[in-house]
T-cell receptor, first 112, second 113 residues
Framework: DAGITQSPRHKVTETGTPVTLRCHQT?????MYWYRQDPGHGLRLIHY???????DKGEVSDGYSVSRSKTEDFLLTLESATSSQTSVYFC???????????FGPGTRLTVL | KQEVTQIPAALSVPEGENLVLNCSFTDSAIYNLQWFRQDPGKGLTSLLLIQSSQREQTSGRLNASLDKSSGRSTLYIAASQPGDSATYLC????????????FGKGITLSVRP
């Protein structure tokens, strides 16, 4: 398995609180991604990174920010969580080129 | 905008049957197509990656084909087993800088003993 970990694995929080999810890789891959998965919508890209300090928006980026200060870590922050952000969040990595994308185990976030 | 469709959304077959899962996409300008498996409550596991220049890829009982011109891919599972029960997703990587995967919504497969 690709060396990807996500923390925390489960989190329950209240509306209006800030939340940060962490993705850590041991593969030294260039690209890192954050997705959310919801019934009826499938997997949707939130933000991605193509290098240290290089990030860009995906299709559902509103309400989320990201940071990548080291190759191995990609952080997803919900500045003020809302109930609509209740979801399962997946991190993924990919090496440069036409290569496979590998996924982490996911974080289940519940916003009450 | 690339769109990926997987029909039907769910499929139930008896053990031992050979089966085909379909995936269609609207834009043929792709780098590659990837098939994933997802077990309930788990992450996605990569099964097969087919580059745009390839016609098929095989891994054990799995065979994936790609017809880029018609916008179709199939995942063939031979001699299905109950352990194959899972959701299967296909995703295409379109051409362009920092290209990203577009996912289908998946097919939930149940293999009955």
């Amino acid at each position: 398995d690709a060396g990807i970990t996500q923390s925390p694995r489960h989190k329950v929080t209240e509306t209006g609180t800030p939340v940060t999810l962490r993705c850590h890789q041991t593969e030294n891959h260039r690209y890192m991604y954050w997705y959310r998965q919801d019934p009826g919508h499938g997997l949707r890209l939130i933000h991605y990174s193509y290098g240290v300090k290089d990030t860009d928006k995906g299709e559902v980026s509103d309400g989320y920010s990201v940071s990548r200060s080291k190759t191995e870590d990609f952080l997803l922050t919900l500045e003020s969580a809302t109930s609509s952000q209740t979801s399962v969040y997946f991190c993924a990595i990919r090496e440069t080129g036409y290569n496979e994308q590998f996924f982490g185990p996911g974080t289940r976030l519940t916003v009450l | 905008k690339q769109e990926v469709t997987q029909i039907p959304a769910a499929l139930s077959v008896p053990e031992g049957e050979n089966l085909v899962l379909n995936c269609s996409f609207t834009d043929s300008a792709i780098y590659n197509l990837q098939w994933f498996r997802q077990d309930p409550g788990k992450g996605l596991t990569s099964l097969l990656l087919i580059q745009s220049s390839q016609r098929e890829q095989t891994s054990g009982r799995l065979n994936a084909s790609l017809d880029k011109s018609s916008g179709r891919s199939t995942l063939y599972i031979a001699a299905s087993q109950p352990g194959d029960s899972a959701t299967y997703l296909c995703a295409v990587r379109s051409t362009g800088a920092n290209s990203k995967l577009t996912f289908g919504k998946g097919i939930t497969l149940s293999v009955r003993p």
